[in-house]
């Protein structure tokens, strides 16, 4: 994050950081246009970085939208700042524009959750894992005591780097049993390698708080988030009822421990409390 000094003159690195993004000298690409904004492909400091913009809305007093969208774009950033702090998976803030009303994040190489099981469609093994390591991601999240807010399978992704390592280990543990390995002493090494590989499954980056909070710790909060992704999951993947979302409820019981009980109790309520307003509107 770059900040002003004291005498609130731009420091010469923010001089350099708003070259960058000037987004008339950058060539962009759009990833995601919406109605509250939109979102692109960028560089910051010659880095790979997506801008976060969001727009003015004219239908709005124009003091009030400068204040909510001032508000999201700064909770946004906190959330990423606090999530990375706790070392949570999330993209780097680069840049803050208050100005522009834009965020500068580091780009992420790799899918978004939905596009990596749209892609891997019959491999439910695939899908397991996927959603362990979704379960995984916002249960520590959530153990830091951050809500997301939205979490969907549009706003989590996987970083290619991360497929490659389980690709590599496989194709590792491939020719060990081919009996390839030469020397016992390597061959002992190589194991501990693996098996040290082996215990860093999937993992997911999580992006998007632009409704997140912080400093909650309120089970029927964590709950609601819960069933957000259910609810998400059971709409965009067909299946997810038996797929997904045990796999992915499983992992987050594990890592929350003890602590998940309460959670659990309280997401059978919201549930409940969603079957009825479908049912009576
Ligand atoms: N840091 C990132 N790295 C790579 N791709 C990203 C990153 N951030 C966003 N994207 C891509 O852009 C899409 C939209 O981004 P995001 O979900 O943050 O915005 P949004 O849904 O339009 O925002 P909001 O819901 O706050 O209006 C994501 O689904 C993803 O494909
Ligand atoms: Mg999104």
């Known amino acids: 994050m770059i900040a002003q000094d004291d005498t609130n003159r731009p420091s010469k690195r923010q001089k350099v950081a708003e070259k960058e993004t000037n987004t008339e000298s950058v060539s962009v690409q759009c990833t995601n246009q919406g109605a509250e904004g939109r979102v692109f492909e960028t560089t ?12 003015a809305k004219t239908y709005r007093h124009p003091d009030l939208d400068h204040k909510l969208r001032q508000t999201r774009m700064l909770q946004e950033a906190r959330c990423l700042v606090a999530c990375s702090r706790k070392g949570i998976d999330v993209p780097q803030v680069y840049f803050i524009d208050e100005h522009k009303m834009s965020l500068h994040l580091e780009r992420i190489n790799g899918w978004t959750v939905k596009e990596y099981l749209n892609m891997h469609e019959s491999d439910d093994s695939k899908w397991s894992q996927v959603a362990r390591a979704v379960g995984t991601a916002v249960a520590k999240m959530h153990m830091c005591g951050i809500i997301h807010g939205d979490l969907t399978t549009s706003n989590m992704m996987i970083r290619r780097s991360a497929v ?50 912080q400093a909650v710790t309120n089970p029927e909060d964590r709950a609601v988030d819960l069933y957000v992704l259910e609810r998400a999951m059971a709409s965009t993947h067909p299946g997810s009822e038996t797929k997904l979302v045990p796999a992915a409820l499983d992992a987050y019981r594990k890592v929350c421990s003890k602590d998940h009980f309460k959670t659990m109790e309280k997401l059978s309520a919201v549930r409940q409390r969603g079957r009825k307003r479908m049912a009576f509107g």
């Open 44 to 55: 910051f400091l010659g880095r790979p970085a997506m801008c976060k913009e969001r727009f």
């Open 164 to 213: 490659e390592d389980e690709k590599s280990d496989s194709d590792s543990n491939g020719s060990s049993s081919n009996g390839s390995s030469s020397s016992s002493s390597s061959s002992s090494s190589s194991n501990a390698t693996k098996s040290k590989r082996s215990k860093t499954p999937l993992s997911v980056t999580l992006i998007d708080f632009g409704l997140g909070s």
